[in-house]
């Protein structure tokens, strides 16, 4: 069992709850992000859609093959969301843009796991089975797993997908970052290696910010100066870059607070070192003795 | 005065009986069917929408209208006011058997259902769920102990197993024995460790949705949701012994605690009358009113939620008239036990949007049949249960007082 680092409450008996605390204050929440974590540069003006992303995610991870070969063009010509059988996914969008013959010109928008810095799935994990590693990589441990599906009610890019067709061990299925892969000295993602144009950079977060601030500024009339990802719910580690609005090609505006900020302040400034409950259990104590107290002088004083 | 609780002895098999018993058999097909085919087989729950009416219904609904168990609780033992005795028993039990199906309920919804130990090994402090399955774990088993008296009552010094079992009567007689000697010693600590268990859990319930602000409905997505699932809670715990007790007495042709139930509900206008003055200020405070007329299933959902399950049953229960009539308050308590029932599902499911993918969901027949099943399942047990066991308070009681 691992030591959270902001305190932790222990279960101790069978009647009661007691106290066994380490840690700092916890009134105040502060990021749990890791400082140097490798990310990952979509750049939707290179991608040509060629899905062999997705292709190379399928074999390395091991995924069931899917229902119409990679290569088939018509499955563009819906929108999908990644699911327990393929972990990323390549839609088209028509954003209105003509090129020079007044054809429409198309987007194509890889979607994955964003690995955020601060996720919400982890701080709901019930077990801690998600964790954020160091290198960046939002880790699943199936062995923890109960199947609560808390992460997938958290997941404000509803990524995590479940195996609802097996009925004794289901997992959540998700993008990992290639997480082995990367571990290792010079290791790239799947998708990120096979990616024929360059429109998936992998690298340290903060040199892709850099990578991505400077294309923006070399090149103004290619690209919108914003990087999704960046500060979107306190960082992600998959960032995006674009020549057209995100709202247009799926993407949502979204907050720069990180999500579980709220609830664990809540939790942590209620329960943190079960102050709230001692204190309503002396409370009421004090209040069942009172009111005994006076009922039994008042019968004494009745017999008597 | 000590009001004296017998059981119950009526024929058991009445047609009501027989219909739970059947909607038992058919929910229990519906679990056989997730447990061989998995829940994707038998639920409209996706990837865009993991939790359903399970959680909404079974679950969160579960908890909150058990809430009657600690209120009646902190009433008759923490505050000293006996005379609420007989209503005790009941709630008591309303509140056993309604976490035992919570955690049933769980058993089914949760995916590796074998794993449900697992979060007493594996923490993270920083889940709200994890701290609500740590309460409401301890709290059931508050429960069972809170309830183990009315067995020794009963049975102590005369269990008479049938059969084979009897081989079995010595060890439950010195069980039974333990459990006397040493429950009405701790007794205290486990009432009062009951009311605060459920303060905790019942608000935390509340905090469990807070961890997706992109996805839930401003109207209900505030950051005192905890504190309004507190305040329901605790308001609904009254309304919900007098429904229950109305439809047992007048099921089971006993003479109802009219007296007691007419008191119950002038506390209740004060903590109903809470939640009401909180829901609605926070409603103003975040100038959420503005989404109040837009039409929209989401809108009016929480409109007859607050309207017909908060205002009007509150406006009701200012009526001596109203609580001196014995169908006036038994409406009154329906409308108000409906609105926190509503309210549960009106968070978990009716203001929950996916904005990526099509989360579109309405429960399927079987998920409705597990829901039916479970609680159908939970009242069969409790009309056993008082059948052999002192809960509800004798036939004669209002009478003799």
């Given at each position: 069992?691992?030591?959270?680092?902001?305190?932790?409450?222990?279960?101790?008996?069978?009647?009661?709850?007691?106290?066994?605390?380490?840690?700092?204050?916890?009134?105040?929440?502060?990021?749990?992000?890791?400082?140097?974590?490798?990310?990952?540069?979509?750049?939707?003006?290179?991608?040509?859609?060629?899905?062999?992303?997705?292709?190379?995610?399928?074999?390395?991870?091991?995924?069931?093959?899917?229902?119409?070969?990679?290569?088939?063009?018509?499955?563009?010509?819906?929108?999908?969301?990644?699911?327990?059988?393929?972990?990323?996914?390549?839609?088209?969008?028509?954003?209105?843009?003509?090129?020079?013959?007044?054809?429409?010109?198309?987007?194509?928008?890889?979607?994955?796991?964003?690995?955020?810095?601060?996720?919400?799935?982890?701080?709901?994990?019930?077990?801690?089975?998600?964790?954020?590693?160091?290198?960046?990589?939002?880790?699943?441990?199936?062995?923890?797993?109960?199947?609560?599906?808390?992460?997938?009610?958290?997941?404000?890019?509803?990524?995590?997908?479940?195996?609802y067709?097996?009925?004794?061990?289901?997992?959540?299925?998700?993008?990992?970052?290639?997480?082995?892969?990367?571990?290792?000295?010079?290791?790239?993602?799947?998708?990120?290696?096979?990616?024929?144009?360059?429109?998936?950079?992998?690298?340290?977060?903060?040199?892709?910010?850099?990578?991505?601030?400077?294309?923006?500024?070399?090149?103004?009339?290619?690209?919108?100066?914003?990087?999704?990802?960046?500060?979107?719910?306190?960082?992600?580690?998959?960032?995006?870059?674009?020549?057209?609005?995100?709202?247009?090609?799926?993407?949502?505006?979204?907050?720069?607070?990180?999500?579980?900020?709220?609830?664990?302040?809540?939790?942590?400034?209620?329960?943190?070192?079960?102050?709230?409950?001692?204190?309503?259990?002396?409370?009421?104590?004090?209040?069942?003795?009172?009111?005994?107290?006076?009922?039994?002088?008042?019968?004494?004083?009745?017999?008597? | 005065?000590?009001?004296?609780?017998?059981?119950?002895?009526?024929?058991?098999?009445?047609?009501?009986?027989?219909?739970?018993?059947?909607?038992?058999?058919?929910?229990?097909?519906?679990?056989?069917?997730?447990?061989?085919?998995?829940i994707g087989?038998v639920s409209n729950l996706s990837?865009?929408r993991?939790?359903g009416i399970?959680?909404?219904?079974?679950?969160?609904?579960?908890?909150?209208?058990?809430?009657?168990?600690?209120?009646?609780?902190?009433?008759?033992?923490?505050?000293?006011?006996?005379?609420?005795?007989?209503?005790?028993?009941?709630?008591?039990?309303?509140?056993?058997?309604?976490?035992?199906?919570?955690?049933?309920?769980?058993?089914?919804?949760?995916?590796?259902?074998?794993?449900?130990?697992?979060?007493?090994?594996?923490?993270?402090?920083?889940?709200?769920?994890?701290?609500?399955?740590?309460?409401?774990?301890?709290?059931?088993?508050?429960?069972?102990?809170?309830?183990?008296?009315?067995?020794?009552?009963?049975?102590?010094?005369?269990?008479?197993?049938?059969?084979?079992?009897?081989?079995?009567?010595?060890?439950?007689?010195?069980?039974?024995?333990?459990?006397?000697?040493?429950?009405?010693?701790?007794?205290?600590?486990?009432?009062?460790?009951?009311?605060?268990?459920?303060?905790?859990?019942?608000?935390?319930?509340?905090?469990?949705?807070?961890?997706?602000?992109?996805?839930?409905?401003?109207?209900?997505?505030?950051?005192?949701?905890?504190?309004?699932?507190?305040?329901?809670?605790?308001?609904?715990?009254?309304?919900?012994?007098?429904?229950?007790?109305?439809?047992?007495?007048?099921?089971?042709?006993?003479?109802?605690?009219?007296?007691?139930?007419?008191?119950?509900?002038?506390?209740?206008?004060?903590?109903?009358?809470?939640?009401?003055?909180?829901?609605?200020?926070?409603?103003?405070?975040?100038?959420?009113?503005?989404?109040?007329?837009?039409?929209?299933?989401?809108?009016?959902?929480?409109?007859?939620?607050?309207?017909?399950?908060?205002?009007?049953?509150?406006?009701?229960?200012?009526?001596?008239?109203?609580?001196?009539?014995?169908?006036?308050?038994?409406?009154?308590?329906?409308?108000?036990?409906?609105?926190?029932?509503?309210?549960?599902?009106?968070?978990?499911?009716?203001?929950?949007?996916?904005?990526?993918?099509?989360g579109s969901y309405f429960p399927s027949v079987s998920e409705i049949?597990?829901?039916?099943?479970?609680?159908?399942?939970?009242?069969?047990?409790?009309?056993?249960?008082?059948?052999?066991?002192?809960?509800?308070?004798?036939?004669?009681?209002?009478?003799?007082?």
């Open positions: 069992m691992r030591l959270n680092r902001r305190g932790f409450f222990k279960v101790v008996g069978a009647a009661g709850v007691a106290v066994a605390g380490t840690g700092q204050n916890a009134g105040a929440w502060h990021s749990k992000a890791p400082k140097d974590p490798y990310g990952c540069l979509v750049d939707l003006t290179r991608c040509i859609g060629c899905r062999k992303c997705e292709e190379a995610c399928n074999r390395v991870n091991r995924l069931p093959p899917p229902e119409l070969p990679f290569d088939d063009p018509t499955v563009l010509d819906t929108r999908r969301r990644p699911t327990d059988k393929a972990y990323t996914v390549v839609n088209r969008y028509y954003t209105g843009k003509l090129d020079e013959r007044s054809k429409l010109v198309p987007t194509f928008v890889k979607i994955q796991c964003m690995h955020c810095q601060d996720p919400a799935c982890v701080s709901a994990c019930i077990v801690g089975a998600l964790t954020k590693k160091e290198n960046g990589a939002v880790h699943y441990d199936v062995g923890k797993c109960i199947g609560c599906r808390y992460c997938m009610v958290a997941c404000p890019f509803e990524i995590p997908a479940y195996e067709y097996d009925p004794i061990t289901p997992r959540v299925m998700k993008c990992t970052f290639c997480y082995e892969r990367i571990s290792k000295q010079g290791g790239l993602p799947g998708c990120a290696e096979i990616c024929p144009v360059e429109a998936l950079t992998f690298g340290k977060r903060s040199t892709l910010l850099e990578v991505a601030r400077k294309r923006i500024k070399q090149d103004p009339a290619r690209y919108l100066d914003h990087i999704y990802g960046e500060k979107e719910l306190g960082g992600t580690s998959w960032m995006y870059i674009s020549g057209e609005p995100f709202e247009s090609v799926g993407f949502r505006p979204l907050p720069a607070e990180p999500i579980p900020r709220l609830t664990e302040t809540i939790q942590h400034s209620l329960f943190s070192y079960l102050w709230s409950p001692a204190l309503l259990f002396a409370l009421l104590g004090g209040l069942m003795w009172s009111t005994h107290k006076k009922q039994n002088t008042s019968e004494k004083g009745g017999e008597s | 005065m000590d009001a004296q609780a017998c059981p119950v002895n009526q024929r058991f098999w009445t047609p009501g009986v027989v219909v739970l018993a059947f909607l038992m058999a058919a929910g229990a097909v519906a679990i056989v069917a997730r447990f061989v085919g998995g087989y990837n865009a993991p939790w399970w959680v909404g219904i079974d679950v969160a609904s579960g908890v909150a209208l058990a809430a009657g168990g600690f209120t009646t609780g902190f009433l008759a033992h923490i505050a000293g006011r006996h005379y609420y005795e007989p209503i005790v028993r009941p709630a008591l039990l309303t509140a056993m058997l309604g976490y035992t199906f919570v955690v049933l309920g769980l058993i089914i919804d949760i995916g590796r259902s074998w794993a449900i130990w697992k979060p007493m090994i594996f923490h993270n402090t920083n889940s709200v769920l994890f701290e609500v399955a740590m309460c409401v774990m301890f709290y059931l088993n508050v429960l069972y102990l809170e309830f183990a008296p009315i067995v020794v009552e009963r049975y102590k010094g005369r269990v008479r197993l049938p059969g084979l079992l009897a081989i079995f009567n010595g060890p439950a007689e010195a069980l039974l024995s333990l459990a006397d000697a040493v429950l009405p010693k701790i007794m205290w600590i486990l009432i009062i460790a009951g009311v605060v268990l459920s303060c905790m859990h019942q608000s935390s319930l509340g905090s469990l949705m807070l961890i997706a602000p992109t996805k839930i409905h401003p109207l209900w997505y505030t950051p005192i949701l905890p504190l309004l699932f507190l305040t329901s809670a605790i308001a609904v715990g009254y309304p919900m012994v007098v429904f229950e007790t109305t439809i047992i007495t007048s099921s089971l042709k006993r003479d109802g605690e009219m007296h007691i139930l007419a008191s119950l509900t002038r506390i209740t206008i004060f903590l109903l009358g809470f939640y009401m003055v909180l829901k609605v200020g926070d409603m103003v405070v975040r100038g959420t009113y503005v989404y109040l007329l837009d039409g929209t299933a989401q809108t009016n959902s929480f409109l007859v939620e607050l309207i017909l399950g908060v205002i009007v049953p509150w406006v009701m229960l200012l009526c001596p008239a109203v609580r001196r009539s014995r169908r006036a308050l038994f409406i009154a308590c329906t409308m108000i036990v409906g609105g926190v029932l509503l309210n549960r599902i009106n968070v978990f499911i009716v203001g929950f949007t996916s904005r990526l993918s099509d049949l597990v829901t039916v099943g479970l609680i159908s399942g939970l009242m069969f047990i409790y009309r056993v249960l008082v059948t052999y066991l002192p809960v509800l308070s004798g036939a004669h009681q209002e009478v003799s007082s």
